[in-house]
């Protein structure tokens, strides 16, 4: 026989059944009601529900069939109309033939006194071998240790040494008992903390913040359970706004039905440890943004110590302590933040009822079944635990999810001194940021001052020139009505002289200035390299160098220039006195020769070039009677 595919859903006064039953004959089609047993067949399929309330056969049921599709659909009264039946999408659960979630033996003995003839032929022997008593050693006691789901499994390790070490943190399960896991537990989240990876973190939080503005799908399923209590469309809708993908439909209908006996003990150890492993399947879905990566097994299964350590816990603030402990140890994204509000989820998804629960089990499942070792996880705990949920209380899965809402988690419970580390580090971020600014403050004065020596040295500039103009122009401005000698005061590459008006000025080079430059100029290279007592003595130096070659130069230089009033008797007596002067024999003198009675009185007429009686190499004059001819 074939189980077909199925869903329930359910109005006020009527349930209804969809069944997937492909290439069967509607001719063929039995059904049995009665109360809370529904069974269908229909060859080569068999279905048969325990449903959670009463349903009636009077005549107002209505079946159909969809030849195209496959699927067949019954509608049947309810027994009591309004009433509410829970757990409709636990597909696992209603499958279970009635009767079968008491923990009974299949197999009982009806009469204990039912004996074969073999047996009452046997003769009984009663020497029976008889051993001494020996005491059970502590590493039997340890071989004993459980784990797994209620704590009910053993020796599974034991025959997977390869895949140990993929899977869990436990080096030795099987041996080790469940105060020596925590112990060791602890010990290694000692070891892993990173006070620098959690600093980055929490300084560098921009990512962090956008992972905390992500809203997973059970934020959307309790906004809209919200809004359908507001407006009072239905009722009992705690589960209704959780629905189930095909793909975890068929998930459901692959497990195998189980009943667990477990004690209060267990049974508490239970409930504790799946917050333990819905804390780490919300931080693993708020990480990663809903998008399932390669990493989301290891992320899962490392940040709950329930898988990881095969841990059992006693109270929901150890499992608190112990997953923010992991989460500042394992993932990528280590922050405080983030713990707070994978908690926070959790809370949500507990308060939507088992059907969310489940829907977070089934995910966890996926995850592991599609990784090769995380499978074995599968097989100690997720499935019983996708079986049990189905079955379990809603209403103790909200006081669950009261009593986390009340449990506080503190930096300080996580045993890393997280305070103390991030006053630290915000002690060395204000000496930073004090170094900082007082950097900044120390380089605008440096530029500050480079700025005003730049435009000090550039009014001083603006000021020499334009002293050097003004005195230009008073030159310009002495010279007519007063007759003025030209001395020389600073050599220069190439030297005017004045003439007489229509006169030809032609510029006459000086070797001796040319290299009173080029000694200045290496003289200022100098200067800007040494300091300032040494400028001082470089400076006396060239002085002196300059006076001696102005004095060398004023050896070879023989004239006199004169600016004095034009007149043109005055020029043509000076011409003459020129012609007769040059027939007498020169005489060399470094002292300025001084004109005769002629030329004097010339000078007060008009301004004209005089020449001294010896021509200079230096001075070339064009013919007076030229000149006189172009003015």
């Known amino acids: 026989m074939i189980t077909p595919a199925f ?36 060859k080569p399929y068999f279905l048969r529900l325990t449903l959670p309330g009463r349903i009636v056969e009077d005549g107002r049921e209505k079946a159909s069939f969809d030849v195209d599709k496959g699927l067949f659909t019954i509608r049947i009264p309810k027994e009591t109309p309004g009433q509410h039946f829970e757990g409709l999408d636990m597909l696992t659960a209603l499958l279970a033939p009635k009767g079968s979630r008491s923990a009974k033996p299949l197999v009982e003995e009806m009469e204990g006194s039912a004996v074969t003839e073999e047996e009452e032929e046997e003769e009984f022997d009663w020497q029976i071998d008889q051993t001494p008593y020996v005491m059970t050693t502590e590493e039997e006691l340890n071989s004993l240790c459980k784990y797994g789901f209620g704590n009910q499994r053993a020796g599974v390790f034991t025959r ?96 195998t039905n189980k009943s667990y006996l477990l004690d209060k ?23 990663t943004e809903g998008e399932t990566n390669v990493e989301s097994a290891w992320n899962i299964r490392k940040l709950s110590g329930t898988l990881s350590w095969l841990e059992s816990y006693n109270s929901i603030q150890n499992v608190l302590e112990s997953c923010g402990r992991r989460v500042l140890c394992y ?14 989820d959790t809370s949500v998804i507990l308060q939507l009822g088992k059907a969310c629960v489940l829907k977070c089990l089934l995910a966890i499942h996926r995850i592991f079944r599609e ?23 809603s209403k103790k899965v909200v006081a669950l999810a009261e009593v986390l809402l009340k449990t506080k988690l503190r930096k300080a419970d996580l045993g890393f001194e997280l305070e103390e580390l991030e006053a630290a580090a915000l002690l060395v971020q204000e000496e930073e940021n004090r170094l900082t600014a007082a950097c900044q403050v120390s ?53 005017q002289k004045a003439g007489p008006p229509g006169a030809t000025i032609i510029p006459v080079a000086n070797p001796r200035a040319e290299q009173l430059d080029c000694a200045a100029e290496l003289l200022a290279d100098e200067n800007a390299a040494i300091s ?33 009033e034009w007149s043109e008797g005055a020029a ?50 064009a013919n007076c009677h030229e000149d006189v001819e172009d003015s």
């Open 265 to 287: 003990k267990a049974s508490q150890q239970v409930w504790i440890s799946l917050v333990d492993i819905i804390l780490a399947y919300a931080y693993e879905v708020r990480a």
């Open 532 to 564: 300032d007592s040494a400028v001082k003595k470089v400076q006396s130096a060239s002085s002196s160098i300059t006076r001696k070659l102005i004095e060398e130069l004023g050896e070879q230089v023989h004239s006199v220039v004169k600016i004095s």
């Open 331 to 344: 993932p990528l994204y280590r922050h405080f933040k983030l713990i707070v509000a994978a908690i926070h």
């Open 371 to 393: 990784n090769d070792p995380a499978y074995i996880l599968n097989d100690l705990y997720i499935s019983d635990y996708c079986v049990w949920i189905q079955k379990a209380k």
């Open 572 to 621: 043509s007596e000076s011409c003459n006195m020129l012609q007769d002067e040059q027939a007498k024999p020169s005489v060399e003198s470094t002292e300025h020769t001084v004109p005769g009675p002629a030329a004097a009185a010339a000078a007060q007429q008009g301004n004209f070039l005089e020449v001294c009686p010896k021509r200079s190499p230096l001075l070339i004059i």
């Open 160 to 255: 997977l040494q390869d895949e140990l070490g993929d899977v869990i943190d436990v080096k030795s399960p099987d041996n080790t008992t469940a105060a020596e896991r925590r112990q060791n537990r602890l010990a290694a989240e000692q070891a892993k903390f990173d006070p620098d990876h959690y600093l980055a973190d929490l300084f560098e939080d921009d990512y962090i913040h956008h992972l905390l503005k992500y809203q997973p799908w059970w934020i959307e399923a309790r906004n809209e359970r919200e809004k359908k209590l507001r407006t009072c469309l239905e009722q009992h809708t705690e589960e209704a706004t959780v629905t189930f993908s095909e793909e975890e439909k068929e998930q459901l209908r692959k497990f």
């Open 7 to 42: 869903e329930l859903s359910q109005e006020q006064h009527f349930l209804t059944i969809t069944v997937h039953v492909p290439y069967a004959r509607a001719s063929e089609f039995d059904l049995y009601i009665d109360g809370e047993d529904f069974k269908l067949y229909a």
């Open 443 to 495: 380089r605008q004065r440096r530029s500050s001052s480079e700025s005003e020596e730049e435009t000090g040295d550039s009014g001083e500039s603006s000021s020499c020139s334009s002293s050097g103009t003004d005195e230009s122009d008073s030159e310009k401005g002495d010279s007519p009505g007063r007759a003025k000698d030209v001395q020389i005061k600073q050599p220069s590459t190439v030297e």
